[in-house]
Nanobody, 122 residues
């Protein structure tokens, strides 16, 4: 059974940093892309960042230059480093995985984690 487990969320002041982790188990994720999405209360889920198996990355305009996605294929783990956090970054962050190239559409992803809460205070 494939599992994605996020960790690293929490409460941070505006301008601070957090690093989210997403550990995958249950299969080898060769040639799988990984992405992070977020959903704030009362809002639709939105794409944040994605990375392919070969380390090609894509970022939402709202986080580009502040967030960095990376992966450690040997550990089946990917990371989202979030710097210069803003109150509008407050949301539940979820990682997801799909075969092949990344997509900004969540419906194209096959595997999802449960999510981790990130709260940024002003």
């Amino acid at each position: 059974q494939v599992r994605l487990v996020e960790s690293g969320g929490g409460l941070v002041q505006a301008g601070g940093s957090l690093r989210l982790s997403c550990a995958a188990s249950g299969r080898t994720f060769s040639n799988y892309a990984v992405a992070w999405f977020r959903q704030a209360p009362g809002k639709e889920r939105e794409f944040v960042a994605a990375i392919t198996w070969s380390d090609n990355t894509l970022y939402a305009a709202s986080v580009k230059g502040r967030f960095t996605i990376s992966r450690d294929n040997a550990r089946n783990t990917n990371y989202l480093q979030m710097n210069s956090l803003k109150p509008e970054d407050t949301a539940v962050y979820s990682c997801a995985s799909k075969y092949g190239r990344w997509s900004v559409s969540g419906i194209e992803y096959d595997y999802w984690g449960q999510g981790t809460q990130v709260t940024v205070s002003s």
